[in-house]
């Protein structure tokens, strides 16, 4: 069975430093990965995904993403966080059975971010 | 840029009272789905719906929750004979012009509260 695992809980960076939410994720076959971002009181906002395209995934708002089958890994990464960068943030592994698709969440990484 | 819209955004019931969730999801989608996130938890696929029927189901979808695509463009989540433990966010979303593994787009959710 697919899996994805959010290695931490909650995560603090200053403004201004980079941001690193971590991600592993199981698979028997190549993944197809998401990661997603919640503000309070909003809904689930795709950031990124990969599709095995290419390894490193660009989103939006300077996000990125790198597919590393050696580790297992996806991590979020960002080189300056911003202050409007506080929220939860999913990794998303979507998963099939026979030919129908949903999402496995992880639980979630709440980023907050220091003045 | 298209949207899922959901109503109510807040919906409070009396246990055993029946609540029927609303979703217009994106127009041109093909593939429709909701999920919940019970307070503090991880988000859970309930059920996905394509070409007027139930794709899959997860073991929460018991025999009290029902999907129902009325009118072509609508789609709602009916919760029968309500319980506290289904006091949750619920998030509708879409996704897959061409195929199911197209990035789902969720809807801001609907939290509801049973008293």
């Known amino acids: 069975a697919q899996s994805v695992t959010q290695l931490d809980s909650h995560v603090s960076v200053s403004e201004g430093t980079p941001v690193l939410l971590r991600c592993n994720y199981s698979s028997s076959y190549s993944p197809s990965l998401f990661w997603y971002v919640q503000h309070p009181n909003k809904g689930l906002q795709l950031l990124l995904k990969?599709?095995?395209?290419?390894?490193l995934v660009k989103g939006i708002n300077g996000f990125e993403a790198e597919f590393k089958k050696s580790e297992t890994s996806f991590h979020l990464t960002k080189p300056s966080a911003h202050m409007s960068d506080a929220a939860e943030y999913f990794c998303?592994?979507?998963?099939?059975?026979?030919?129908?698709?949903?999402?496995?969440f992880g639980t979630g990484t709440r980023l907050k971010v220091l003045a | 840029e298209p949207e899922v819209t959901q109503t109510p955004s807040h919906q409070v019931t009396q246990m055993g009272q029946e609540v029927i969730l609303r979703c217009v999801p994106i127009?041109?989608?093909?593939?429709f789905y909701w999920y919940r996130q019970i307070l503090g938890q991880k988000v859970e696929f309930l059920v996905s719906f394509y070409n007027n029927e139930i794709s899959e189901k997860s073991e929460i979808f018991d025999d009290q929750f029902s999907v129902e695509r009325p009118d072509g463009s609508n789609f709602t989540l009916k919760i029968r004979s309500t319980k506290l433990e289904d006091s949750a966010m619920y998030f509708c979303?879409?996704?897959?012009?061409?195929?199911?593994?197209?990035?789902?787009?969720f809807g801001d959710g609907t939290r509801l509260s049973i008293l």
């Open positions: 998303v592994v979507s998963t099939t059975t026979s030919g129908t698709y949903k999402y496995i």
């Open positions: 979303a879409s996704g897959g012009r061409v195929s199911g593994n197209q990035p789902q787009h």
């Open positions: 990969y599709t095995s395209a290419a390894t």
């Open positions: 127009s041109n989608h093909l593939y």
